[in-house]
């Protein structure tokens, strides 16, 4: 602490003034900060000032001289310093404001509670991305009122948090923040009304479906060149009787028992869902690329020039054809017999490149395997020749699998045969006939056969079959009308159809599609709407996430954001009142970093007090 003479000149005047000031330490460097106005008299001679900012300094510092007298001049600017301190302290108090105070509370802190602790993070983070989508807004346009946008946006956080049946969902909806961030009111909410939402939305999910498309496409900048179509199949649990759609078929999901929907979905190259349509249990996969074509045109608009990729099982020449007539280009898996043409060329290894693989953006450690392809033009199409190491041992597996229960079948039956236990030709026939029947992928390379006359059992492998189809282990062939493209970007566009099956994995086993317990046709096709709408969310968080360059999934997300709470804080103070305050709990590390990522804000409620009295 020092005395500092100032100067300053106003219109040819000078004024001097002193000043007692303190060197403080600042991010900046050392600065001075004024402790005192002494005005324009000097205390003391300049030689003295340093002693007598000390002994000011002291007196501050509560230290009392216990020789010598007071000192006049110490004791005034002692109490200049004082009016001050006080004048500060006055200003400070004007500038709170009149609730400033409202937040001291004298409080018992032994019993001192919180309640009512809800889970909060993965819900804040869904809405945030219903908001980012203009969801409701959708939802307005659509026709749907305050209470059903809420009960739709309710849903529809079920269906990608934690999935359950309409009967269930309420008891979530109050488990969760759910009420507290939409404002809303679930505490008597039971099933019925639920219900009867699916009805009102049934009708609109085109609109909303088509809007969706529109909006994910102008916020994350999708490309509309390639549309990559699969189908799926997911089954009933009961009779669905009141259900035409319903009905039993090849099931991909291995339930032959149940009966079952397919569902066609159609993505972008991003795995954005464009399209879905809802098929009956038993349609032909091929019988399925018209209506959605037709459902692509009316949605979205399909253009001349845009690719449409499918797998095998709708690549007939009818489908073709029609792809063709709108002026679209195809790329699609040839069927095994047109496969089997060129084995040959799949035999002769000269001409086949390896194309460069980046990564799984899931795994970056995952060792891919080997693929090798190979381009020959026949007519108007472009054949891509594929050979997959991996496919390779898949296939070699399977064949041997399902050869070594062929051959132990074969052997039971010829015991019996043998032994005599069965002895008339039409059962042993039938017999026969199972068998084939049970183990397609290897019978087809034996010659099976009973000799009546000598009551023996033939059995003999076609080598020559079997060799063809070792040779073939592995490969495929793919079938486009695109003449620009090489083979190893026709195989890329190819292998981008994963995205339509990861769409279906998300949607069976995260936003669990299956099974389906509605009997009413109309709200099966909503239950599968909502699953969609579910996965439009899901895949616009993790494509936010990649975008950053982080691999993570929404599984991961929601796991780490479900202890972000909401929570009440019960304070009871004097007077026997009792302050409430129902405020969020405070975002850890892994939270806020997640917030950051995915641009949410981390405050999700401001705080509410509530204050209650006691009861007389």
């Known amino acids: 602490m020092y005395i500092r003479q100032t100067k300053k000149t106003v219109k040819g005047k000078t004024y001097i003034n002193y000043l007692l000031v303190e060197s403080v330490a600042t991010p900046k460097g050392p600065r001075q900060r004024t402790i005192c106005t002494l005005g324009n008299l000097a205390p003391r001679p300049a030689e003295q000032w340093l002693k007598l900012a000390h002994k000011i300094e ?28 006080e004048m500060q302290a006055s200003r400070r108090e004007k500038k709170k404001s009149p609730g400033d105070d409202q937040d001291l ?62 009967w269930a969902m309420p008891d979530w909806f109050r488990r969760t923040a759910l009420g507290d961030i939409l ?163 799949f035999e002769d290894l000269e001409g086949f490149e390896e194309p460069s693989r980046e990564p799984s953006p899931r795994n970056q450690a995952q060792k891919k395997s080997r693929i090798r392809v190979k381009m020959r033009h026949c007519g108007a199409e472009t054949h891509v020749l594929c050979l997959s190491e991996g496919r390779l041992e898949k296939d070699r597996a399977i064949r ?63 080598k020559e079959k079997m060799r063809k189809a070792e040779a073939l282990d592995g490969s495929y062939l793919l079938k486009t009308n695109r003449t620009d493209l090489s083979a190893e970007e026709l195989w890329s566009i190819y292998m981008l159809l994963t995205r339509a099956e990861n769409a279906f994995r998300s949607m069976k086993s995260p936003l669990a599609e299956r099974p389906i317990f509605h009997q009413l046709q109309h709200r099966v096709e909503t239950h599968i709407f909502l699953c969609v709408l579910a996965y439009h969310l899901l895949v616009a968080i993790e494509k936010t996430l990649l975008d950053k360059g982080v691999h993570t999934s929404w599984a991961t997300v929601r796991e780490t954001l479900k202890n972000h709470q909401i929570c009440t804080v019960v304070l009871p103070a004097d007077g026997g009142r009792t302050l409430k305050i129902r405020q969020q709990t405070k975002p850890e590390k892994q939270h806020l970093e997640l917030y950051q990522l995915l641009g949410v804000p981390s405050k999700i409620i401001s705080p509410r007090r509530t204050w209650v009295s006691p009861k007389k």
């Open 183 to 345: 404002e809303a009111d679930f505490e008597g909410l039971e099933a019925f009304p639920l219900y009867r939402h699916l009805d009102r939305l049934y009708p609109q999910r085109a609109q909303i479906e088509a809007a969706l498309v529109e909006r994910e496409r102008n916020l994350f900048g999708l490309d509309n060149t390639v549309y990559l179509y699969d189908l799926t199949s997911t089954y009933f649990e009961g009779q669905a009787l009141k259900n035409d759609k319903a009905r039993r078929g090849y099931s991909r999901d291995k339930r032959p028992d149940c009966k079952q929907v397919v569902v066609g979905l159609v993505v972008n190259r991003e795995g954005f869902p464009v399209a879905h349509e809802i098929f009956s249990g038993n349609t032909q996969d091929c019988s399925t690329l018209e209506p959605v074509l037709e459902l692509l045109d009316r949605r979205v608009g399909l253009e001349p020039g845009q690719t449409v990729v499918v797998d095998r099982g709708m690549a007939s020449e009818e489908n073709l054809q029609s792809l063709v007539k709108r002026n679209l280009f195809y790329i699609v898996a040839a069927r095994q017999s047109e496969r089997d043409k060129h084995l040959e060329q």
């Open 105 to 166: 509370v004298r409080v018992h802190t032994n019993r001192v509670s919180v309640e009512e602790t809800r889970e909060a993070g993965p819900v804040h983070v869904g809405l945030e991305f219903c908001k980012r989508l203009n969801l409701e807004e959708i939802l307005r346009q659509a026709g749907l009122d305050e209470k059903g946008r809420t009960l739709t946006l309710a849903m529809l956080m079920n269906r990608l948090i934690q999935p359950s049946s309409e």
């Open 58 to 85: 002291s007196a501050l510092a509560g230290q009392i001289e216990l020789f010598g007298k007071p000192e006049p001049e110490v004791e005034q600017i002692l109490e200049k310093i004082k009016q001050r301190r």
């Open 400 to 462: 041997r699998k399902q050869e070594k229960r062929l051959l132990a079948d074969v052997a039971r039956l010829r015991q019996s045969v043998e032994k005599g236990r069965i002895k008339k030709e039409s059962i042993i026939n039938e017999r026969i006939g199972r068998i084939k029947e049970r183990y397609p992928r290897v019978a087809r390379y034996y010659h099976l056969a009973f000799e009546a006359n000598e009551q023996r059992l033939v059995v003999e492998c076609d």
